[in-house]
């Protein structure tokens, strides 16, 4: 079923570039159905926590709960199901809204469930050390059990928290320091019509509240964002100048819009915008019960009330760009036709299920003012493999590389494949098309692109002078170049007899470098023998104090190919810069290795 859902979406997206229409980036997730976002900010980024509406559900089926996140708000990564019911083993179903608080360095994830002992809605709490989990049941048993859903945490600015949750009651409990036990009782709040707003035509609900409240506050002022009158819902929201109430009606956020009957909110600050994510059914095969979630940024007026939003297909604006010269996860992705993804063997995910067409599209790739010489992916295929189109702008957009993937044996045995890339200049948004025979083709990990080795600060990183011109070596050790290991071109360095893990080849960069300026650093390396880390590092003397800068991390390298390592890093210093070496060493050991296109820029 799921291929349905991303076939149909290609198809979809196929249409509106024929007809030149501006691209859709909402709703956030084409994998699969998502519903119930909860976002949270942390670290420079926002993770967002959902539900998962199985495919072709007819009530709200769901077994898990799902994790992605962006720095950028258009481009989001999938980290999978780090939680489902099984993770509470006296849950039976019902994986619906939650709600995830972050405190003390630990990430608690409340979630309604229904238990299995009393057949009622009871609220779980499961905890990771990481906001994309794995997360464990951690109390065993229900926190809580009104049978009742929505669990929503604040913590104010006191250090007390409070959980919200119900439908068709509102309550909130205080919770204490541990955020796994409360004190006092289960409160009800009194839904009054000044407080939540008239239902029209029901008299055992009189107010519009329904369910999802999302409670958090802002220069002072404590919000309840909330689903109102079921069905269909709409978005209203009430305000109260303590974390208790009393609230205060203030109106329609979202109206009733599209074709999901629920609706539910979740609001966040991040980098200076606000920020509402709600669901719809706009999917293709979406509905009230195979929901999607979708984001739209927004202004608070000037006396602190919010807007009203609307639903749309273009989603948030993309908050910087993206650099395509580090790794950059696969499964990274502003829109996509067909694939699906899974979890990786070499860790996080893999996108997959591939077929002849599909594609990823990568929003505002900033490749800069000169072309980068390649593209690498790391692949995986039980079959012949395929291609991987690198274009620009459209799925029909101008190819700027086409890398040929081959069999590699198995949908988890990896292998990195390269292609030499050119025209891709500027920011531009990236698609990844792929090409084959009929079924599937290959699995993606990761990929990225190097840069133009002539728009390095190095002097003869391609290696192809005939000569180890610009090189040196810091340590000990001794250069060759060498024609019989070679990664592109007819030339590569050859470096021996290192005597520290911290020898290896050198330039002198200290006329090129600008001080507070940030460098992307790529370079291939390949072992002679054993299977070091190799890293590259930048030793900065400045008024007779030196530093020492990591431009990429330690990476495995061996002795059967070439390895890419890259890394961006900002290069600053105090004073007067006598002295900066670029140079390549390893974690440990003194194995002797081979280098070709370095560069840094
Ligand atoms: O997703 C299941 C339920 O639908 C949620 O708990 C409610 O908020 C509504 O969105």
Redesign the pocket.
Known sequence: MRRKIAFIVSVLCLVTLVQGVARADNPIVQTIYT??PAPLVHNGRVYLYT?HDEDGSTY?T?RDWRVYSSADMVNWTDHGSPMSLATFSWASSDA??GHVAYRNGKFYWYV?VNNRATGRKAIGVAVSNSPTGPFTDALGRPLLENGE??PNVLIDDDGQAYLYWG?PNLWYVRLNADMISYSGGLTQIPLTTAGFGTRSGSTSRPTLYE??PWVFKRNGLYYNVF?AECCSEFIGYSTAPGPTGPWTYRGTIMPRQGSSF???AGVIDFNGGSYFFY?NGALPGGGGFTRSVAVEKFTYNSNGTIPTINMTTTGAPQIGTLNPYVRQEAETIAWTGGVETEPASEGGMNIGFIENGDYVKVKGVNFGGMSPTSFSARVASATSGGRIEVRLDSTSGPVVGTCIVPATGGWQTWTTVSCPVSGATGTRDLYLRFTGGSGYLFNMNYWQFVPLASASILTNGDMEADTTTGWGVFGAGTLALTTSVVRTGSRALAVTGRTSSWNGPSQNVTSKLINGRTYTTGLWVRSQSGTPSAKATLALTANGTTSYVSLTPATAVNSSGWTLLSGTAAVSWTGTLSSATFYVETAAGTDSLYLDDVSIQ
Do not use: K, L, R
């Open positions: 519903a119930d539900g709200f769901m619906w809204a309604p859903i929505d439908n369910e999802g689903a629920t609706n539910h669901h």
